[in-house]
């Protein structure tokens, strides 16, 4: 009975530690990534550059977070979940450490390529550390408090980065960052168990890494820089040709390998698919909203860095509580019907967004709309670990979050064209508000289409039906 009690206070400690280092290691990459927004024209002015060229500090971490996603989900699943998000959490903590001691760009984007790699390495990997380290009776619950916490640093990051700009300096984002990913790296080295796809040997498909890697950094590349270049000059046409082509090897090689980077046969999965899909749309929302507010905040309403990210701290707590609602719903509500919930959410608020101008209605609105795409992108990492075996949460976590990322920098690059292309027009307000118009309904739409599709294929009983508790 001892030997037992022991054992199970061990278990619970293991939990506990593996489940501090994850969230504390995907809060600073969500913090990261929306702290900096605001902090670019800061750089622009202290390292003597345009704000375009400071733009490739942003553009550099998304080219390398995107092109490693599928590659380090992977790579733990074949060779250990521990060391690799080990390595990613010391790869990330090293490099907010180069950031913010930079003495010119080109060493900044350096460090941020690095530290994009780390953010790859740490974040499928660390979505199967929990699915593999809790029991699947609490495994969602725990995921979803996981995404909270990271959503915490989603919603934060814009205040974060403009109280810190607009104070001691850009810099001391990375000095905030780097002892907070060292804390997450010394939890996990005492906490975090190892696990591994046992049916896997350990070698990796390297042509399938390099075909995949190609086609993300050609794709990325172009949709990040084609708004300045020119979506017609040389440069980005042949950027796409090259995504095109490296695309198509990708898909060839994973066909035929003996053990694929990818197996093809997860896209049979029509729940994963379905799952996928909507939550990367929700993403590509967040991604336009956090853009065209952080725009009007400042352009508009002329608010200052600081002023600006106080705003963003309405939907802050409802963004960190979409993470632990999804959890909760997970066992209890199908998925296409949360993510057809979240998208309906969503897609109304960010059209309302645009049709309030007083404080009092525009701040619960933002929140409205923050619930939505907070829940949408959250609950579609959640619902994956349910759909798919734990023993390739890696790679199926790599995949999503591929999606969520380039697809989110494809929608960026595509409100980034339109505000420009409207603005000398219509001015700078109506084109903001046309693009989340645009968006919002893209986002309705895309809800109700997968609402329809998922009772016409519950109907013929390939996925479960909406109406039944996917615990049952």
Known sequence: MAGNRDRAV?????RAGAFVSVAVALFCIQLDFFA???AVPGMAAELDVTVSAAQWTLSAYMLAIGCFFIVGGRLGDVFGRRPVLLAGTALFAAASVGCAL??????LVVARVVQGVGAALIFP???SVISNTFPERSRAHALGAVFGVANIGTALGPFVGGGL???????WIFWLLAPLSGLALVIGLVYVPDSRDESAPRQLDLFGCLTVVCCLAALTLAVERGSAWGWTTARTLTLLAVAAVSGVLFVLRERTARHPLVDLRLFRNVSFDLVTAVGSICNMGYAVTVFIATLYLQGVRDLSALAAGTVFLAPAVVVALAGPTGGWLAPRVAPALVMASAGA?????MIVLTLVSAWWLYVPVFAWCGLGLGLGWTFSSVATQQVVAPARAGE???VVLTCLVTLGAVALAGAASAVASLTPRHGPEAAYDAVLRTGGAVVLAASVLV????????????VPSLSVRAGR
Do not use: C, F, Q
């Open 10 to 14: 061990r278990d619970r400690a293991v």
């Open 36 to 38: 900096l927004n605001l």
């Open 102 to 107: 930079a003495p010119d760009l080109a060493v």
């Open 125 to 127: 990997t660390a979505v």
């Open 165 to 171: 700009t607009d104070g001691p300096g850009w810099r």
């Open 345 to 349: 959410l969503a897609g109304s608020g």
């Open 396 to 398: 199926a976590s790599g």
């Open 451 to 462: 609402l329809l599709v998922s009772r016409w294929l519950a109907a013929r009983g390939l």
